[in-house]
């Protein structure tokens, strides 16, 4: 069974840090591309970073360049978000998602985590 | 980027009513496209891929046509168990975009 677990998420203020982890198992995690996706409150989904199962090719939402790192160790089946200066209008629930295939596209989403909830307020 | 406007934005229908929402893509997207169901509370889940396959387990009154830029997803017969926010994804390239979601209710 494939199940994939997000962890890290809390209260920050503005121009803070966080570090999401997903641990995922059920499934050979460096074959399979992952993502971020994001929902703020009463809103609809955003996906904020990819990154290929290699782990050498990796994409952002323009709402988070330059502040926001996806990566991933295969070794430990951990997928993570670096998250820098932090924005009110980052709060959120952050999801981790499995892709159906090496490359970020091309793909879809078949597995979702069940949310981390980031706030982000002074 | 290419933007997904998915309408209506909500709709209220009767059990049994057959239901349409569709999903517009700005640019063609070829057959890369997704519906995803969330349920109030839940994680989404995914309904169809490639805009007319159905996911393995998900019932036969969910349908899913369309490609190039307009897509449709029909449920037969609603049920009331298909109260959820629905949402279209593109995933030809880069940005994996989400269409704003059409929320379905029962009336």
């Known amino acids: 069974e494939v199940q994939l677990l997000e962890s890290g998420g809390g209260s920050v203020q503005p121009g803070g840090s966080l570090r999401l982890s997903c641990v995922v198992s059920?499934?050979?995690?460096?074959?399979?591309?992952m993502s971020w996706v994001r929902q703020a409150p009463g809103k609809g989904l955003e996906c904020v970073s990819a990154?290929?199962?290699?782990?050498?090719?990796?994409n952002y939402a323009d709402s988070v360049k330059g502040r926001f790192a996806i990566s991933r160790d295969n070794s430990k089946s951990t997928l993570y978000l670096q998250m820098n200066s932090l924005r009110a209008e980052d709060t959120a629930v952050y999801y981790c998602?499995?892709?159906?295939?090496?490359?970020?596209?091309?793909?879809?989403?078949?597995?979702w985590g069940q949310g981390t909830l980031v706030t982000v307020s002074s | 980027d290419i933007q997904m406007t998915q309408s209506p934005s909500s709709l209220s229908a009767s059990v049994g009513d057959r239901v349409t929402i569709t999903c517009r893509a700005s640019?063609?997207?070829?057959?890369?496209l997704a519906w995803y169901q969330q349920k109030p509370g839940k994680v989404p889940e995914l309904l169809i891929f490639?805009?007319?396959t159905l996911q393995s387990g998900v019932p036969s009154r969910f349908s899913g046509s369309g490609s190039g830029t307009d897509f449709t997803l029909t449920i037969s017969s609603l049920q009331p168990e298909d109260i959820a926010t629905y949402y279209c994804q593109k995933y030809n390239n880069a940005p994996l975009t989400f269409g704003g979601g059409t929320k379905v209710e029962i009336k």
């Open positions: 990154i290929s199962g290699s782990g050498a090719s990796t």
């Open positions: 640019q063609g997207i070829s057959n890369y």
């Open positions: 998602a499995k892709g159906t295939g090496t490359y970020y596209i091309r793909n879809w989403f078949d597995s």
């Open positions: 490639a805009a007319s």
């Open positions: 059920g499934f050979t995690f460096g074959n399979y591309a």
